[in-house]
């Protein structure tokens, strides 16, 4: 009986313990298509760093994000290692280069020989000149692109001009957990006297809490037991140009409105151990997102497969995850809204529960479980049809 080795796949992005979604994404990818292999996968993780972190296995191989260099030696890496396929996850901040292009990227693209999947996690509809052709370049270089929203696939068709059958559509990963009343949580964390409002992720301007906090002064008023989490640390980025000036103004939001017993900020990155039993203690989760130009939304994902009561802005990616009553939208930047809503679902409760067991229901669509069997089986095709490229090559040669 042949035995055959494991298929290496090269993941390139950042990771753990980076405290970035995409890190957090990557290490939830390498575990499900480990589990969905069954032992025919060998992963190795290429991580993008930026300095000051301890990478354990599966980290290999570094890339220090605003080293030119570093992206042509890593590919040269792999080119001269075991690696069947790479899978690439692109966001373009996550790469060094022109400022919102991330053009160092290019360099490990044109020396990369291995086939390649990339993730795109950010395609926009109206990039500058840069963003564009960087697009254009992973689309070129890349057998085929993953995307989590049908918005990105009809974006990448629509505006770059990638054909259809190169594009897969993959849903973000969610955590398969039981569907629990919010109840149980509440009491282990002290809260259970409290109707629990949550939002979670890397604080910045652009998630919106301000709105939600403006929205909390008309629901104490009808609701006083309301309590609104801010879970999450402020997003590197941010902490670098300007420190933590936008959450202290936050915190001072708070305190001349007078809801310093109604909105709390967590300060600080969650294990999934934590972050999950602050999802299940939450009676409503709420993404206040002041743009529409967002195609994926990682925390929504883990909101709607744990069953969460969701109160989103219509940024696509809550568009097509809450569509048909499996949450609610209310117009941008309008706290007042967010307030009726709510308080009008906390007076429905039949309604609140048919909300909660659709969005749950739809979840187990998104598990890491599945996710993960979709990624091995993209992985393991591409990798098979590359190596029986490569061994025609070397047929054709040798018939020379």
């Not at 000051?52 to 570093?70: C, F, N, Q």
């Not at 890397?202 to 609104?228: C, F, H, T, W």
């Not at 308080?343 to 669509?365: C, F, Q, T, V, W």
Request: glycine share 8%; hydrophobic share 45%; charged share 20%.
């Amino acid at each position: 009986m042949i035995t055959w080795p494991p298929l290496k796949v090269a993941f390139v992005s950042s990771y753990r313990p980076t405290q970035c979604g995409i890190a957090t994404f990557t290490s939830h990818l390498v575990h499900s298509v480990q589990l969905a292999a069954s032992g025919a996968v060998q992963p190795v993780v290429i991580a993008m760093d930026s300095g000051g972190v301890d990478y354990a296995t599966p980290v290999e191989l570094k890339i220090r994000r605003d080293v030119r260099y570093d992206y042509v030696a890593a590919a040269d890496s792999l080119n001269h290692s075991d690696i069947g396929v790479v899978s690439l996850q692109h966001e373009f901040g996550l790469f060094g280069g022109a400022a919102g292009a991330g053009e160092y990227l290019e360099h490990f693209l044109t020396h990369l020989d291995i086939p390649l999947v990339t993730t795109l996690h950010t395609v926009l509809q109206v990039p500058s000149s840069d963003q564009y052709r960087m697009t254009r370049a992973i689309a070129d270089c890349s057998v085929n692109l993953a995307v989590m929203s049908d918005r990105g696939a009809d974006m990448l068709g629509r505006v770059y001009g990638v054909p259809s059958p190169k594009i897969h559509l993959i849903p973000h990963g969610t955590p398969d957990l039981p569907l629990v009343a919010s109840s149980r949580r509440k009491r282990a964390m002290g809260l259970e006297d409290r109707t629990t409002i949550l939002t979670f992720g890397l604080l910045s301007p652009n998630k919106g809490v301000e709105v939600m906090i403006r929205a909390m002064d008309r629901i104490v008023a009808q609701m006083p037991e309301a309590i609104y989490i801010v879970l999450g640390v402020t997003h590197p980025n941010l902490l670098k140009t300007e420190g933590e000036l936008y959450r202290r103004s936050l915190e001072d939001m708070v305190r001349t409105m007078g809801l310093e017993d109604h909105v709390v900020f967590h300060n600080q990155f969650v294990d999934d151990r934590n972050l999950y039993a602050y999802l299940q203690m939450a009676d409503f989760y709420v993404t206040p997102y002041l743009s529409e130009e967002q195609i994926v939304s990682g925390t929504l994902a883990f909101a709607l497969g744990t069953g969460r009561v969701i109160i989103s802005t219509p940024y696509w990616h809550a568009q097509e995850l809450l569509a048909d009553g499996h949450g609610r939208l209310v117009p941008f930047d309008d706290p007042m809204s967010l307030a009726q809503t709510i308080l009008a679902l906390k007076e429905d409760p039949e309604e609140y529960l048919r909300i909660r067991s659709r969005a749950y229901a739809k979840g187990r669509n998104m598990t890491w479980a599945v996710v993960g069997e979709a990624y091995w089986r993209l992985l393991s095709e591409v990798a098979a049809n590359g190596a029986q490229r490569s061994a025609e090559a070397v047929s054709g040669a040798l018939a020379v």
